[in-house]
């Protein structure tokens, strides 16, 4: 090292020149390197190795699993009825969309199949209205109207001297649908079932029995509401005489769909009637009373004030909600 001052070099290492004694610039001492982070990197190209190995090479995938789901409604879309709301209550209320309708949480598959094989004990109506809901039922009954038949299952409106019954989607070819006709006495097994308040039997078979046929006498619609005795003659076979149609909306006497947002010939026709000063809503079910019907086209004009008698069923949406097959204006 030389010496800044003298420009000697100086041979000890010293903080001073050997030769002037003039101070010597000091060198930093020399250290090693820092190792840390190229530690840290190597470790983590390792494991990252090291799991590539495992999930490409040594892992041992677990066979897939199907998931179990729930049972779906029975009720077709096409077939369900649409919602509306119920004018029996003096509140307004917003209607609620069609629901589907659970299946009986004891049904199993096989004797959905063919609940027949399950029971053939022939009920009364008080003990079919007296069993449990998703329970297997077996009625013999009186056919009353059917609504078309669709995808191998139709709709029965059904009624003994002892009550009456709503039959959904009962299993049934095209060619037996035709021999359904009003009075046709049969024997149905299905399970007990409801949906949005209408107790029905669903998803049953059924077999013609022989015997005289029958067809129930209307009862008295408005005796019925009078004495609140409706819900224990639901999709009883009824009549109304006499009754006033009131203005639905904007000086319409029927709706077209519920809300009135339907199409001619594809929704239900829906209109309401006074009776002894009760506001009730009355439908047009496409199903039972085709577009182009008598029936269909004769709702379609009515007019606010007319005077009406009709015949129907009393069905049940959230309350009565009659189904009509007749009606004349007076």
């Known amino acids: 090292m030389y010496c800044p001052v003298c420009g000697q070099e100086s041979k000890n290492s010293g903080a001073f020149c050997a030769i002037c004694g003039a101070p010597m610039p000091q060198t930093a001492p020399k250290t090693k390197p820092k190792l840390l982070l190229p530690i840290l990197i190597g470790a983590l190209i390792l494991a990252l190795g090291l799991g590539a190995l495992y999930f490409f090479v040594l892992r041992d995938d677990p066979a897939?699993?199907?998931?179990v789901l729930p049972a779906q409604s029975s009720k077709a879309p096409a077939q369900a009825a649409e919602a509306a709301p119920n004018s029996f209550s003096q509140a307004e209320s917003e209607p609620m969309p069609p629901q589907a309708e659970p299946q009986p949480?004891?049904?199993e598959e096989s004797a959905a199949a063919n609940p027949v094989e399950e029971s053939s004990d022939v009920m009364s109506h008080a003990q079919y209205a007296a069993a449990a809901e998703g329970s297997i039922v077996v009625i013999e009954t009186y056919v009353q109207a059917t609504e078309s038949w669709w995808d191998g299952k139709v709709t029965v409106f059904a009624q003994s001297p002892d009550?009456?019954?709503?039959?959904?989607?009962m299993a049934c070819s095209e060619a037996d649908a035709a021999k359904l006709v009003p009075g046709t006495k049969i024997r149905v097994t299905g399970w007990k079932s409801s949906w949005s308040g209408l107790v029905e039997i669903v998803d049953g078979s059924f077999t013609f029995m022989s015997g005289s046929s029958w067809i129930a006498e209307p009862a008295d619609f408005a005796a019925l509401l009078a004495g609140k005795e409706l819900e224990s003659h639901m999709s009883e076979r009824i009549d109304v005489t006499g009754a006033t149609v009131l203005d639905k909306g904007n000086g319409k006497a029927?709706?077209?769909g519920w809300?009135?947002?339907?199409t001619d010939g594809e929704c239900?026709?829906?209109f309401d009637?006074?009776?002894n000063g009760t506001v009730c809503t009355f439908v047009v079910r496409r199903y039972l009373t085709a577009p182009g019907s008598e029936v269909y086209e004769a709702v379609k004009n009515l007019k606010v004030g007319d005077t009406v008698d009709i015949q129907g069923f009393l069905y049940w949406y959230e309350g009565p909600q009659p189904f009509i097959t007749s009606i004349a204006v007076k």
């Open 254 to 256: 029927c709706f077209y």
């Open 268 to 270: 239900d026709l829906y």
């Open 273 to 275: 009637l006074n009776i």
């Open 163 to 169: 009550g009456a019954y709503y039959i959904y989607n």
């Open 259 to 262: 809300d009135n947002y339907g």
């Open 105 to 107: 949480a004891e049904m």
């Open 64 to 67: 897939p699993v199907t998931p």
